[in-house]
Structures are given as C-alpha cells and as structure tokens.
C-alpha cells in the first residue's frame, strides 16, 4: 500500500470494500444529474490560468472554512491576488483535518495535478502551485479533458426558465462536448412573491421571454407553461426546487388569482397570504412536471443569506447560509398526497438538508411509491451541509433501513466546480466500506456478485434506467 495520504485504497478498510471499490464502483461513467457548473464553461470548453480560479473563486464552503480561520475577507472573497488568496487557503489547510474539505482537497490535487506526495500547507503552497500550473497551462488541460478523465456521460445544469438556453444549443449543435448536456427547469424565483422587488423584476422578464403579458394569474401560468415547453424541446427532463420547506396549505385559484393580483399592485401581503401563492403555486409546477414525465427534485430545509450585513455587502451566495429546523412531515404528506390524488405525481427526488429528516423523507417517499416505476420517489443523496462522510453514510442508513438502497439513484455534484467529480469517487467509496464492512461481519452475505450488482447500480445504471436519458 502507498504511503500517500491519497491512495488507491483509501477508505477503504477491508478487502471485500476494495474489491467492490476497485471492480464495481470505480469502473462506472458519472451521470451528474444535478450540478451548477455554467453552460457556457461547458460550450466553450473552459480553461483557466491558476489554481484559484478553479478552487477558490466561487467556492463558499472554502470561504466559511478561511472566515472561521480568521482570514480576512479580502482572501475570500476581495481584491486581495489570486496566489493572494492561494496561499492564505493554504495556511489554513492543516485546520481543515476532519472538515470534508479535507479529503476534497487532496483528492482532487492528485486526480487532476498529480500531486499526491505532499499535504498542502503554507510551506508548500508555492510549489503546490507552480505544480498545478504546470497541468493546468497544457494545451491540453479543460473542462473537456475534466470531464473525460471522470468518466462524465450526462451532466444536467440548473437554468432560470427566463434563460435562452443559447449554451446548451451551442454544445448540441457542435456535439463537441465529451458529455450530453442538459438543462434543469428551475423556478425559484416565481415562488419569491415574500421579495416583492425581485419578483416583479423577474415577472417582467418572464413576460418578455414569453411574449405573453403577465397581468394575472392566468397569464402567468401561460408564461410558465411556455418556457417549461421551451425546455422541454432542448432535452429537459428534470426540474427543481430550492426551498426552505415544502408549503401545502390550502388555496383555492379564486385566491391565489387575488393575492397575485395584489402583489402586482404592490398590495402588502400577510404571511398566510405569501404561503398560500406558493403552496398553490408549488402545486401547479408538480403537475406540469408531471405531464411532461419530468423528474421533479425538491432541495429544501435551507435558511439563505443569514447574515443581513454580508448580503448587502457582497451579495448572495456568499457562504451565509445555513440548516433549518423547521417541521416538514405534515406538509409534505398533504403535497405529495394532493398530487397523487390526481395522478398528477411526477418521478421526485427530496433532498433535506437537516439529518433529523433523513427518517422523515425516507418513510415518506414509501407513501406515494408505484409498482410501474422503480423507486418513483428517491431520498436524495446528502445535500450541501450534508455531502460529507457522515451525512451519506446517514442518507445510506436511513434509506436502506426504512427503503430500498438497491433503488437509489446515486451520487451528484451539486457544485459549480469542475473539480467536484471527486464528490462521486469519494461517495462511492464510502458505499463500498460501508457494505465491505458488512460483508466483512456477515451482516451481508459474503456474495461478491450479489453485492457488486448493487453498487453498480447505486453508481450508475439506476440513474441511466430511471432519468432515460437519450445518451
């Protein structure tokens, strides 16, 4: 075994998980149903002239780490230089033992630098640096070649239905890219009605995108129903939803048309009357997913932009955000249920991000399952605050306890960063100790085929089954 840090058997602590590693997991493409990276990266086969750019610039969970290190927020996030901000990463890269970033980090300096010989810190980060700009100015190295040395199939990006999609037709036409591209209806913004300024904003250049004057309710849902067929005809297959919960009360169209009709007219609204739109709302976007055989992904159990000081400072996104403990289980039993009712439920994919649901979502996702399609409703993997060792192999236990693992659709991204594909290497090999441990105390049967099939599944043929991509 090497005696780097970073090695061909890492986390793996038995012989049966390195052998459904090495000959189950690993071999499997990536189909990344769910990530940020931006379209346009993708058409025009980004490159990139350092380390920092590719690891620091958009990366919030970095910028918590150097924030909570006191580093000051010129190296996170202002006008300090890109080896600057390099190097201030660096030094506080010993502090990271423990944090996810951790593994992140030196998986990805040897997956894509070749760099495995060395644990960053402030008195290496030079020739850390200069090692990874050697690869990174080789004519060679880009997005494209990211993506093929991970083994990419399909990648599925996440796109405002006000977007022209121009990027994702740019890669189809030139069929270039290694990976079918794909874009995610994502609809947030026309459940902001709480944000009257943005919303109005976002209502006008809906209407503009559609050539449908939004003047009512009714105009809006045309407005929606045209750009979701827009979608549809550039490959679309998913859509999603990033929510702090999943709202169900009840609301009649007579309402919801008012209380549009007063958001409009800049009308204060109450509470109830904002939670009403977007249950009502909420509802009408899962029954055009489901018309459409669209896979509906709902991300919830977020409290965004926390700090008030830094939002208007630096903006959103900024590493502001955090877990809510808000109950979920009775709204989302009567949002699915009034779905099924009408036999207007599409395939759905819930992601919390609060452990304390994992039981939650993964007793109810058993609730609305259909014998026509395997693992209709899926418990998503471990989301944001949860995609680290612990928080998949919690995701791992309450979904093979309380439903099916063998039916789990997988590992994803979830990032803007290229880098991130570690993020499927380092579920899988979680998956794999996991059941090689088990296999190990005969808590599985010691079947080497029986189990690998499974993983190979999980990694990727439930996905490819389940999604019918057309590549």
């Known amino acids: 075994m090497s005696t780097s840090f970073i090695h061909d058997d890492f986390l793996l602590e038995t012989a049966e998980s390195r052998e459904l590693y090495h000959r189950y997991a690993a071999p499997q493409p990536i189909i990344d149903y769910h990530c940020h990276l931006n379209p346009r990266d993708l058409a025009e086969n980004k490159r990139w002239e350092n380390l920092t750019q590719m690891w ?37 890269s010993p502090l990271l033992l423990r944090n996810p970033l951790y593994h992140w980090n030196h998986l990805e300096l040897k997956n894509y630098f070749g760099i495995s010989d060395r644990l960053l810190n402030a008195e290496n980060a030079k020739s850390i640096w200069e090692s990874a700009h050697q690869t990174i100015r080789d004519p060679g190295f880009s997005a494209w070649s990211i993506l093929e040395k991970s083994r990419v199939e399909v990648i599925c990006t996440t796109d405002d239905p006000t977007d022209s999609l121009e990027w994702h037709r740019q890669i189809a036409a030139e069929n270039k890219c290694p990976a079918a591209v794909y874009p995610t209806w994502r609809p947030d913004w026309a459940l902001a009605i709480d944000r009257p300024d943005v919303f109005k904003r976002w209502i006008r250049k809906l209407s503009e995108v559609s050539s449908i004057s939004i003047s009512d309710l009714d105009s809006l849902l045309l407005a929606l129903q045209n750009r979701h067929d827009f979608f549809e005809k550039h490959g679309c297959k998913l859509s999603d939803r990033g929510i702090e919960t999943i709202w169900s009360s009840d609301c009649t169209i007579a309402e919801a048309r008012l209380i549009f009709k007063k958001a409009l007219g800049d009308e204060a609204l109450s509470l109830l009357e904002m939670e009403k739109y977007k249950s009502y709302l909420l509802h009408e976007l899962a029954v055009m997913d489901a018309q459409k055989g669209w896979t509906m992904q709902i991300h919830y159990g977020v409290i965004r932009n926390n700090n008030s000081r830094m939002l208007k400072k630096f903006g959103p996104d900024g590493g502001f955000d955090s877990m809510t403990d808000r109950p979920a289980a009775q709204s989302m039993a009567r949002y699915f249920d009034r779905l099924d009712v009408i036999e207007k439920l599409p395939k759905t994919i819930i992601y919390n991000l609060n452990p304390g649901d994992n039981e939650v979502v993964a007793t109810m996702i058993g609730n609305f399952q259909e014998g026509s399609i395997p693992g209709k409703l899926q418990m998503g993997s471990g989301w944001w605050f949860l995609d680290q060792r612990d928080g998949m192999k919690r995701q791992i236990e309450a979904l093979s306890q309380l439903g099916l693992l063998s039916c789990f659709v997988g590992m994803l ?59």
């Open 413 to 471: 991204t979830d990032s803007r960063s290229f880098l991130s594909y570690t993020r499927h290497e380092y579920f899988r090999r979680i998956l794999c100790d996991l059941l090689g441990e088990e296999m190990k105390r005969g808590i599985l049967p010691r079947d080497m085929p029986l189990v690998g099939s499974m993983v190979s599944k999980i990694c990727y043929s439930n996905a490819k089954n389940y999604f019918k991509f057309n590549r």
């Open 56 to 92: 620091l610039l958009e990366d919030h969970y970095k910028w918590r780490a150097m924030r909570t290190a006191g580093v000051d927020e010129k190296y996170c996030t202002g006008s300090a230089s890109d080896l600057e901000k390099f190097e201030e990463y660096a030094r506080i």
